[in-house]
């Protein structure tokens, strides 16, 4: 790594350029030597520098409560403990009746991830008898760059991709407890509904639908709605549409 690693170039140096150039099925012992160094100063940092316990536990609270933390453990009794705490991993601890989780993965054995974008635009169609119906929409852009070589970067894996910086994303839509889905499970506290795969070349995008019905949606004259955003480099961006009763709002 030829410069120092600060908060704001950790992504670019650790996600981009530990991988650039390297050709496909490459060693990858020198960029996990690097990884370990930084890993280890940071961790270095954490035992010599001053921490505010209570701010931290603090943060850590909030942090949990908001899904931004998650943990589980093998052991059952610190798993109890960590439950009670609200950091289980339940996407919802709060309200999973009402709440929406969007997840995407890379399919392409890849680290294309960097490159790609998730922009999430949900229509809710309130019916007269209280129930809404939920198109919830997931577009996939891919600002890997074209008309490259293969490299353990971009790929291809040749079995999900063909060519260099071809993502192939896996969505996942978890909808509120209770909701109605096609197919769909029980899991991590909410309704998993099947999985769609959809590949974007370099440069383009693409988006899936998902189609929820949540009956009785409105309680007490109101409706709830919960996204609980995936955590990734780039934050996802939402939009909601809601039509009801000849109205429209967004």
């Known amino acids: ?5 600060t908060s704001q ?10 991988y650039a150039g390297l050709p496909p099925n490459s ?38 409560s908001e899904r931004h933390l998650q943990i589980w453990v093998p052991n059952p009794y610190y798993e ?16 999973p009746t009402r709440t ?23 229509t809710v169609t309130i019916s007269p008898n209280g129930s809404a119906q939920v198109d919830t ?41 209770g909701s109605i889905q096609k197919g769909g499970v029980q899991e991590s506290g909410l309704v998993l509904a099947p999985e769609i795969d959809v590949p974007v070349l370099p440069g383009q995008s693409a988006t899936a639908h998902f189609e929820t019905t949540i009956p009785a949606a409105i309680q007490t004259g109101k409706l709830k709605l919960v996204f609980q955003p ?3 480099l780039t934050p996802e961006s939402l939009k909601v549409h809601i039509v009801a009763s000849g109205t429209q709002a967004t």
């Open 137 to 177: 929409a997931v577009t996939l852009t891919n600002h890997a760059p074209a008309g490259q070589p293969a490299s353990y970067q971009l790929g291809p894996n040749g079995i999900n991709s063909q060519v260099a910086g071809e993502y192939v994303g896996r969505i996942f839509l978890w909808s509120p407890r």
């Open 80 to 95: 109890q403990t960590i439950s009670q705490l609200g950091a289980s991993g339940n996407i919802d601890t709060n309200d």
């Open 230 to 232: 995936q955590p990734r």
């Open 27 to 64: 060693s990858q012992g020198p960029r996990r030597e690097e990884l370990a160094a930084v890993a280890s100063a940071v961790f270095h940092q954490l035992g010599v520098g001053k921490v505010d316990v209570v701010a931290l536990a603090r943060t850590l609270a909030t942090e949990a």
């Open 100 to 122: 929406f989780h969007v997840a995407v993965e890379n399919a392409t054995a890849t680290k294309l991830d960097y490159f790609v974008d998730v922009a999430i635009s949900d």
């Open 1 to 5: 790594i030829a410069e120092p690693v």
């Open 9 to 18: 170039n950790a992504a670019y140096v650790l996600l981009d350029q530990l």
